[in-house]
């Protein structure tokens, strides 16, 4: 019987080596035309192993070549000559791999076809107004500070300082701040512009509210006469919140100052708005139209409001609740309208209106709690801060205020945002909350 000489032995083991290396050249072949390679537990061992780089640029990828000496593939038998063959095709595909990765990167520039209208806010005296300063609001045409694409928002941001005509139950840290100018509007609007910083006054007539004291149409217009006297900012005019006699106060106010580019809060749906729009319309006043976090109710309104007053003195209010208190829906409803708005929804193409006050609602904002938490005369300022933020961040463009603090924090984070900020040191920006707090 006859025994392979050590030499056949070696030499059929070695064809066998290679034929498994040349198997598994053709499955990385196969899985790059996939565009996915992995390896696991993998053990090559090779006489000569040769890693070819070619000539190439920085930023090209390396590509891998084994290099088979010529008489080993001519010795080969048929099925290891094919996987060679299939091996050489390895160098072809990593070739156009390496193409692909060429290819430069670069920003996305989205056009959208919808563009949010612009309001004014306010009226000058060339304009038959007495305002010393006014507002536009609006005007976008891409997302909140799309910084990709090297866009800013055409207008900022806007902070009113809210003001009440008569006392009400106001957190500790607001009497602080406005001592007894609570119980007189005319010099709470001063404090608030001369000594804060607020870029408009937002009077809130509740005091016509009949549960209240029921005060005459003709009473608060006068209210409203003394403010406009006080400051020269924009005023924005709320109701009482009661429909009913919302519409005979509005109507009133609209008919007492027709030029001055008053903002009226709001109308909504439960007003009869056939008995106080055309007055409005008449005037040069802006109308916030309120709907509560329902884009259906919204184009609603806006639809009915069309019939009277223009669509670039609409600014639209969503309604917005503290941290813990709604305001993840509320910021989702802002974006799905102000995306639906730029995609060329013209029912949605309105400022955003924010009542950030509301935040206060949250029991966490002002009442005594584990020192951990703080003190409540910094935390419920930050619990209004951190709720106007979220909402600047979904684009919108005024906002009531009832904390000076929260008006200067801010103010400083639209100066910051509409910079394109880029700290030198991340690690300090992230920790701003804790150590540079603003004073007043």
Not at 116 to 132: F, H, M, P, Q, W
Not at 180 to 200: C, H, M, S, T
Not at 215 to 234: G, H, M, R, W
Not at 242 to 260: I, L, M, Q
């Amino acid at each position: 019987m006859s025994r392979a000489s050590p030499k056949g032995d070696r030499d059929e083991a070695r064809a066998r080596q290679e034929a498994t290396v040349y198997s598994l050249l053709a499955k990385i072949s196969e899985a790059l035309e996939k565009g996915v390679v992995e390896l696991y537990g993998v053990e090559i061992e090779a006489d000569e192993l040769e890693l070819r780089l070619t000539a190439q640029a920085p930023q090209q990828l390396p590509i891998p070549v084994v290099v088979t000496r010529p008489e080993a593939i001519a010795e080969a038998k048929p099925g290891v000559k094919a996987g060679y063959e299939v091996a050489k095709a390895v160098e072809v595909v990593a070739k156009r791999v390496v193409e692909l990765a060429r290819i430069a990167f670069e920003e996305p520039k989205p056009q959208y076809s919808g563009r949010v209208i612009e309001v004014k806010l306010g009226a000058s005296k060339d304009e038959g107004g007495t305002r010393g300063r006014t507002h536009i609001i609006g005007g976008h045409t891409m997302p909140a500070y799309y910084y990709l694409a090297g866009y800013k928002p055409p207008h900022p941001p806007v902070f009113g300082g809210d003001v009440f005509d008569m006392r009400i139950a106001l957190p500790k840290a607001v009497k602080l701040a406005f001592g007894d100018a609570l119980d007189n509007p005319v010099e709470w609007a001063r404090i608030w512009v001369e000594k804060y910083g607020a870029e408009a006054v937002d009077i809130h007539l509740v005091s016509t509210d009949p549960t209240i004291k029921d005060i005459p149409p003709e009473e608060a217009a006068k209210t409203v006469d003394a403010i406009l006297q006080e400051v020269e900012v924009p005023v924005v005019v709320g109701g009482s919140g009661n429909p009913e006699k919302d519409v005979s106060v509005f109507r009133r106010v609209a008919e007492a100052f027709p030029t001055e580019g008053l903002v009226l809060n709001s109308l909504n749906l439960d007003m009869k708005l056939e008995d106080v729009c055309p007055s409005i319309a008449k005037a040069n006043a802006t109308v916030i139209n309120f709907s509560p976090m329902d884009l259906d109710k919204a184009e609603q309104i806006n639809r009915k409001v069309y019939d009277w007053i223009p669509r670039n003195r609409i600014v639209l209010d969503l309604n917005i609740g503290g941290i813990g208190y709604g305001t993840e829906y509320g910021f989702t409803v802002m974006e799905r309208a102000r995306l639906s708005a730029l995609i060329g929804n013209e029912l949605l193409q309105h400022p955003f209106n924010v009542g950030a006050a509301n935040a206060w609602g949250a029991r966490e904002a002002w009442i005594t709690m584990d020192p951990y938490w703080g003190p409540k005369e910094i935390r419920g300022p930050l619990w209004e801060t951190l709720t106007s933020l979220i909402c600047l961040l979904a684009g919108a463009d005024y906002y009531m205020l009832v904390h000076p603090l929260s008006v200067k924090t801010l103010k400083a984070i639209r100066e910051y945002l509409l910079s394109e900020p880029k700290p030198k040191e991340p690690e300090k920006a992230l920790d701003w909350l804790s150590k540079t707090l603003p004073v007043i």
